[in-house]
């Protein structure tokens, strides 16, 4: 049975999917009464799971007029990825904010799957076990595979 933060994060993106411009808006509250749960736990799933480094940005206003606006980063612009990558380097990055930005990275179609599964299992728990900081290495490891990815010439 899936978590309710995997039922919230499933369903805004399937909002997510279903427009054109990859944007939605909608009330935190309104959120809330759909899964029954406080708005505290849309915003963790906000915070956990639509950060920048996995291709999203949250804009948000409080009060009785506010509302949640959640726009899908558009990874077709090298140069955005570029930026967003630039923006990461020398910051750790956990298991599970590296795994999800390698999966939007395949659903995006930037890396194969092929591709994908090798960055995985570079960043993997176990390979990194030994390092003095995991998640700092694993930041350093997504960004610099990324970052040659990105070249357009892969000639010496």
């Given at each position: 049975?899936?978590?309710?933060?995997?039922?919230?994060?499933?369903?805004?993106?399937?909002?997510?999917?279903?427009?054109?411009?990859?944007?939605?808006?909608?009330?935190?509250?309104?959120?809330?009464?759909?899964f029954m749960c406080v708005p505290s736990q849309?915003?963790?799933?906000?915070?956990?799971?639509?950060?920048?480094?996995?291709?999203?940005?949250?804009?948000?206003?409080?009060?009785?007029?506010?509302?949640?606006?959640?726009?899908?980063?558009?990874?077709?612009?090298?140069?955005?990825?570029?930026?967003?990558?630039?923006?990461?380097?020398?910051?750790?990055?956990?298991?599970?904010?590296?795994?999800?930005?390698?999966?939007?990275?395949?659903?995006?179609?930037?890396?194969?799957?092929?591709?994908?599964?090798?960055?995985?299992?570079?960043?993997?728990?176990?390979?990194?076990?030994?390092?003095?900081?995991?998640?700092?290495?694993?930041?350093?490891?997504?960004?610099?595979?990324?970052?040659?990815?990105?070249?357009?010439?892969?000639?010496?």
């Amino acid at each position: 049975m899936s978590t309710l933060s995997n039922q919230i994060e499933d369903y805004l993106k399937r909002l997510l999917n279903a427009t054109e411009s990859g944007v939605v808006e909608l009330k935190r509250s309104d959120l809330a009464e759909i899964f029954m749960c406080v708005p505290s736990q849309i915003n963790y799933v906000l915070e956990t799971r639509f950060s920048p480094g996995q291709g999203y940005m949250v804009e948000s206003r409080r009060g009785g007029g506010g509302y949640l606006r959640i726009i899908r980063l558009s990874m077709e612009d090298e140069g955005n990825l570029a930026a967003l990558l630039e923006q990461a380097r020398d910051k750790a990055v956990g298991r599970q904010s590296g795994a999800k930005l390698v999966e939007r990275l395949r659903e995006e179609d930037f890396l194969t799957p092929r591709e994908a599964m090798l960055v995985t299992a570079l960043t993997d728990e176990n390979v990194l076990k030994e390092a003095k900081d995991p998640d700092k290495l694993r930041g350093a490891l997504l960004n610099s595979v990324l970052m040659l990815l990105l070249r357009d010439d892969f000639t010496n």
